[in-house]
T-cell receptor, first 114, second 112 residues
Framework: DSGVTQTPKHLITATGQRVTLRCSPR?????VYWYQQSLDQGLQFLIQ???????AKGNILERFSAQQFPDLHSELNLSSLELGDSALYFC?????????????FGSGTRLTVV | GENVGLHLPTLSVQEGDNSIINCAYS??????FIWYKQESGKGPQFIID?????DKRQGQRVTVLLNKTVKHLSLQIAATQPGDSAVYFC???????????FGTGTKLQVIP
């Protein structure tokens, strides 16, 4: 157990629907990052939050949004889902911002859009 | 722009042999590099890191080498074991907000 908790582990939904993925960071970590990993692809950075504020944005679609709550858990909202959104979505956390430390990853949510 | 890539998508090695996984990066401003291991169905797991003021760092059975002149990073695994079979990602940190960029990954297959 890495200390980063992601729910649900698996999600199957239809095109056009909306889903919410949840992440609880490791205790003491203030930064949360979301990554998308498609089949046979690398990890694509989506967005980062630090202590409730958005800090960096990557290749995140306008149909996707995220937020970090006061208790530091984060949610990634995916709407108007398309078949191509099927992927593994990983959350990672780290201690802070501006210093160089590795991330701790959760075990991911596998999203299947049918 | 940022670009992290790997030379070989798949590497097959005999159990007991040493493995070398290579990675190229293009952002000369990157000052921190990490190797991650991702087993099937799991999230990436931190293996070893290295800062740009070093050219070599050793862990347990793993060594990371950094050549800033040619922007090259490598991961050496000694006495490769079946449990080392996984996809290995190199990553670079070039952002003040700890935005880490991952390469596409190399799949390591260990032949018993």
């Amino acid at each position: 157990d890495s200390g980063v908790t992601q729910t649900p582990k698996h999600l199957i939904t239809a095109t056009g629907q909306r889903v919410t993925l949840r992440c609880s960071p490791r205790s003491g970590d203030l930064s949360v990052y979301w990554y998308q990993q498609s089949l046979d692809q690398g990890l694509q950075f989506l967005i980062q939050y630090y202590n409730g504020e958005e800090r960096a944005k990557g290749n995140i679609l306008e149909r996707f949004s995220a937020q970090q709550f006061p208790d530091l858990h984060s949610e990634l909202n995916l709407s108007s889902l398309e078949l191509g959104d099927s992927a593994l979505y990983f959350c990672a956390s780290s201690v802070g911002v501006g210093s160089n430390y590795g991330y701790t990853f959760g075990s991911g949510t596998r999203l299947t859009v049918v | 722009g940022e670009n992290v890539g790997l030379h070989l998508p798949t590497l097959s090695v005999q159990e007991g042999d040493n493995s070398i996984i290579n990675c190229a990066y293009s952002n000369s401003a990157s000052d921190y590099f990490i190797w991650y291991k991702q087993e099937s169905g799991k999230g990436p797991q931190f293996i070893i890191d290295i800062r740009s003021n070093m050219d070599k760092r050793q862990g347990q059975r793993v060594t990371v080498l950094l050549n800033k002149t040619v922007k090259h990073l490598s991961l050496q695994i000694a006495a490769t074991q079946p449990g080392d079979s996984a996809v290995y990602f190199c990553a670079e940190n070039s952002g003040g907000y700890q935005k880490v960029t991952f390469g596409t990954g190399t799949k390591l297959q260990v032949i018993p």
